[in-house]
């Protein structure tokens, strides 16, 4: 039988800075989205913690259901998604087009393991974007139609990381941790839908476990920028 969790205690610093142009909003926490599961806590539902039920992330298939760990990092609930699960929007969306930007904390795994694997993907064959591909030892890369690669990151692999993506075509921002890692040209694509841990046809998979992802219909710098890099860092007690 399914239970709706609605939240744990919220902790100190654990609200989302508020700014404009919002998305979507998973807190696999469990504190700002509210997250459905079964009695083996495996997720059936993940709601956009910024209210639009059609971002919501479901998986009504056992088998591909992940788990939710209690008080897991820094104290705070997360979701694996190890052994190939994952969830998507039940449908595609409305395309939108650049600029947004995307921030994703979530654990990295052994690269050594696997060769490619995907935090983040629209739907279908078109209006999608590939976030954060962990595809060599300590690299990552995006795409909305070509390929932006940071060089290596010391310590990436096997360690929990805020990967920011600033999608802005040839001039986006890929961050690690708040710092910038490299700037260049991303594709001018669009993006429907959300594939999370797995790619749109589900063939390739993250593995790992997920924290928490925002995403703003906007270039997310500035102050606005450092309050949101400032507040997934300490959250998730990576400051």
């Given amino acids: 039988m399914l239970n709706p ?12 800075p508020s700014i404009s142009d919002e998305y979507l909003h998973y807190d696999f926490s469990g504190e700002q989205s509210t997250i459905t599961m079964d ?7 993940v709601t956009d913690g ?4 059609a971002r919501d992330l479901v998986q009504a298939t056992s088998g591909n259901q992940p788990l939710f760990i209690a008080n897991d990092v820094n104290d705070l609930g997360v979701i694996d998604f190890d052994d190939d699960r994952f969830m998507k929007t039940a449908s595609g969306l409305t395309a939108i087009s650049q600029p947004f930007s995307v921030f994703t904390l979530v654990e990295f795994g052994d690269q050594s393991s696997f060769q490619d694997a995907v935090i983040l993907d ?9 976030h ?8 990552v890369r995006c795409n909305a139609g070509a390929n932006l690669d ?20 040839s001039s986006t921002d890929i961050r690690i941790n708040g710092v910038s890692k490299v700037t ?22 993250w593995d790992q476990k997920m924290m928490e992802i925002a995403v703003y219909e906007k270039v997310v710098s500035g102050d606005e920028l450092t309050e949101m890099e400032n507040y997934f860092l300490d959250r998730w007690g990576l400051s």
Avoid: M, Q
């Fill in 50 to 53: 910024f209210g639009t039920t």
């Fill in 122 to 130: 629209g739907h279908g064959a078109s209006n999608r974007i590939n």
């Fill in 5 to 16: 969790f609605i939240s744990f205690p919220a902790s100190s610093g654990s609200t989302i």
């Fill in 150 to 169: 940071t060089g290596t990151v010391t310590g990436l692999d096997e360690s929990n990381a805020l990967l920011t993506c600033i999608y802005d075509g």
């Fill in 184 to 205: 260049g040209n991303v594709g001018s694509g669009s993006w429907a839908g959300v594939s999370c841990g797995t790619n749109s046809s589900s063939s390739v998979f």
């Fill in 39 to 45: 009695g083996s806590n495996r997720v059936s539902k």
């Fill in 132 to 139: 954060g591909n962990h595809f060599a030892v300590d690299k």
